[in-house]
C-alpha cells in the first residue's frame, strides 16, 4: 500500500511524527517530513532517510508552496498526515489572544492548509488524508479551552470533508490519548511557574509511545477508518463521552482540579 508512494507527515521533528516517519519509510514509502524546529527534522532526516522541509504549518503560503516543492521533488502526495501541533495551559481569563491565536492557527489551521494545499495531489492519486485532533476533541477540559477548540475544529472539519471527498479520497481523524512526548514542554502555560509541572501531570498520564501511536495510525489508515482512537484512555473518554454526555465535565472539572 505504502511502498514507493509519496507520504507528507508534519511535525516530524519529534513524537508521533518522527514515529510516523520512521514507520512509513520502513513500508517504503517516499516520505516528505516537515516541522518548524530545523534542529528535531534534522535528526529525524538523519534516523530515516526521509526528505526533510522545514516548514511552520500556520503560514498557508508556506504550505501550499511545500505542497508544490514535495510535487515537484517527489511527486504527488498519496498520503497526507496533518500532526504538527502545539499546546497551551490557561484559563480564558489568563490567555492572551496572542496565545489563542498560537493555537489555533497551528493546530486548526495548520490542519486546513495542509488538506486544502495537498488536496489536488490527492485526489488525482486517489489517496488518503488524515487529520490528528485528540481526545480533547471529544471531551472539554479546564485550562484547555483553546486547545479544546481547536481541536473539536479539526475533528469537524475532518468528519464533514471524509463525505465530501468519498470515495475518491479516505479520510480519517485521530485521536490520542496520552503520548509520551514532548509537546507539553514545548508548550505554553499562562503562568511559566506552572509550566513544569503542567509537563509532569501529562507525563504521568502518558502510557502510549509513538511507536504505538504510529502503528495505530497507519492501521487506521490501512482500513480506512473514519476514526480512530489511540490508546485506553483514549477508549475510555470516547465512552464516557457517549455515555454520559454532558454529565461528564463535573468528573473533569474534579479531575483536572
Not at 46 to 72: F, P, W
Request: hydrophobic share 45%; with cysteine; aromatic share 6%.
Amino acid at each position: 500500500m505504502f511502498d514507493r508512494r509519496v507520504a507528507v507527515v508534519t511535525g516530524a521533528g519529534s513524537g508521533i511524527g518522527r514515529a510516523l516517519t520512521v514507520a512509513l519509510t520502513a513500508l517504503g514509502a517516499r516520505v516528505a517530513a516537515s516541522d518548524v524546529n530545523a534542529a528535531g527534522l534534522a535528526e529525524t532526516v538523519a534516523l530515516t532517510g526521509a526528505h526533510g522541509y522545514e516548514v511552520d504549518v500556520s503560514d498557508r503560503d508556506a504550505v501550499y508552496a511545500h505542497a508544490e516543492a514535495v510535487r515537484t521533488d517527489l511527486g504527488p502526495a498519496s498520503f497526507v498526515i496533518n500532526n504538527a501541533g502545539v499546546a497551551l495551559k490557561g484559563t480564558v481569563s489568563e490567555m492572551t489572544d496572542e496565545d489563542l491565536r498560537w493555537v489555533l492557527d497551528t493546530n486548526f489551521w495548520g490542519v486546513v492548509h495542509g488538506t486544502r494545499a495537498f488536496l489536488p495531489q490527492l485526489t488525482a492519486t486517489r489517496g488518503h488524508l488524515t487529520n490528528i485532533s485528540s481526545v480533547f476533541g471529544l471531551i472539554g477540559v479546564p485550562t484547555q479551552s483553546a486547545y479544546n477548540a481547536a481541536k473539536f475544529a479539526v475533528r469537524g472539519f475532518t468528519e464533514a470533508i471524509r463525505q465530501e471527498l468519498h470515495p475518491q479520497v479516505g479520510v480519517t481523524c485521530v485521536h490520542p490519548g496520552g503520548i509520551r512526548t514532548n509537546i507539553a514542554r514545548n508548550g505554553r502555560t499562562s503562568n511559566p511557574a506552572e509550566a513544569d509541572d503542567f509537563a509532569r501531570a501529562l507525563d504521568r498520564v502518558a502510557r502510549t509511545t509513538p511507536d504505538q501511536a504510529a502503528a495505530t495510525i497507519i492501521n487506521g489508515i490501512r482500513r480506512n477508518r473514519p476514526r480512530v482512537l489511540i490508546g485506553a484512555d483514549a477508549h475510555a473518554i470516547d465512552r464516557l463521552a457517549r455515555l454520559l454526555g454532558p454529565a461528564y465535565q463535573p468528573l473533569t472539572r474534579r479531575l483536572f482540579r
